[in-house]
């Protein structure tokens, strides 16, 4: 009488839900992992594109900035020839703050020079005149509009006049 189990079922055995045991902590441990390394992916990519917006947020403001700065470049050439001194230092002096302060934000001229190498990648080529030189093939032989960067990114290319 003290036996009331059936001969036909069989109740596991303690080794075999051990072994059921470590293999779904085993799956749990690997969905964990999965999802640990998932999240790391996820912080990365948000941090990355965090500062990706960081650096161009001001990109709208800066491009409509870029054609003030064109002229007060104008300005300051014609104060120059107006040959009043206290009024060419004045204006140099608030153009020069105006710089800074944009430089500071990350706008940065690109230097372009008469005589440099044309390069499709950071120019613009507005046209090409025949050389008188032949040294200048190929080469800037005038600026016609400043470039700029936004940290890495050029948001606007440098106008050039190529020699041909």
Do not use: C, W
């Amino acid at each position: 009488m003290g036996n009331t189990k059936s001969k036909g079922s069989k109740k596991p055995t303690l080794k075999s839900q051990i072994e059921t045991l470590e293999i779904a902590v085993k799956e749990e441990k690997d969905k964990f992992l999965r999802l640990f390394a998932e999240f790391e992916n996820y912080k990365k990519r948000t941090s990355k594109e965090r500062l990706e917006l960081y650096k161009t947020a001001s990109q709208e403001l800066m491009m409509a900035l870029i054609p003030m700065i064109d002229d007060m470049e104008r300005a300051s050439l014609e104060f120059i020839k107006s040959k009043d001194n206290g009024l060419v230092e004045g204006f140099s002096l608030i153009k020069n703050k105006f710089s800074e302060i944009l430089k500071s934000q990350g706008l940065i001229l690109i230097e372009v020079n008469k005589g440099d190498e044309f390069d499709a990648e950071i120019h613009e080529a507005i046209t090409q005149i025949p050389s008188k030189d032949k040294s200048m093939k190929g080469k800037i032989i005038d600026i016609t509009e400043s470039g700029y960067k936004l940290g890495d990114k050029i948001i606007r290319y440098p106008k050039v006049v190529v020699g041909n």
